[in-house]
Nanobody, 125 residues
Framework: QVQLVESGGGLVQAGGSLSLSCAASRRTFTTYNMGWFRQAPGKERVFVAAISWIGGRTFYADSVKGRFTISRDNAKNTVYLQMISVKPEDTAVYYC??????????????????WGQGTQVTVSS
């Protein structure tokens, strides 16, 4: 079992930047691939980015490629999502997730075993 706690959400103007963090409770953090998802009001939860257990591989949704960067610090049991050039359509609740399946970087939510409670990101136009 691993507990995930997101932080860093808030209100930001379009074109600005924001950084999200996700702290994991377990010292075995390195045995999980991590992902970020988001869910806008009335819409399904969708994939944003994923990172491998040692951080060597990353994968992004086309909608955020070139603007968002996922990274992790295993010494701090934390994964990050750096967001730049944000747009109003980035407004959503952002969730981090962990998967024990290290075979690939997954975009499907049902591949992830543990989820945080989410943090709200609102981008004003």
């Amino acid at each position: 079992q691993v507990q995930l706690v997101e932080s860093g959400g808030g209100l930001v103007q379009a074109g600005g930047s924001l950084s999200l963090s996700c702290a994991a409770s377990r010292r075995t953090f390195t045995t999980y691939n991590m992902g970020w998802f988001r869910q806008a009001p009335g819409k399904e939860r969708v994939f944003v980015a994923a990172i491998s257990w040692i951080g060597g591989r990353t994968f992004y949704a086309d909608s955020v490629k070139g603007r968002f960067t996922i990274s992790r610090d295993n010494a701090k049991n934390t994964v990050y999502l750096q967001m730049i050039s944000v747009k109003p359509e980035d407004t959503a609740v952002y969730y981090c997730a962990a998967t024990r399946d290290l075979r690939d970087l997954y975009t499907a939510a049902d591949k992830y075993d543990y989820w945080g409670q989410g943090t709200q990101v609102t981008v004003s136009s």
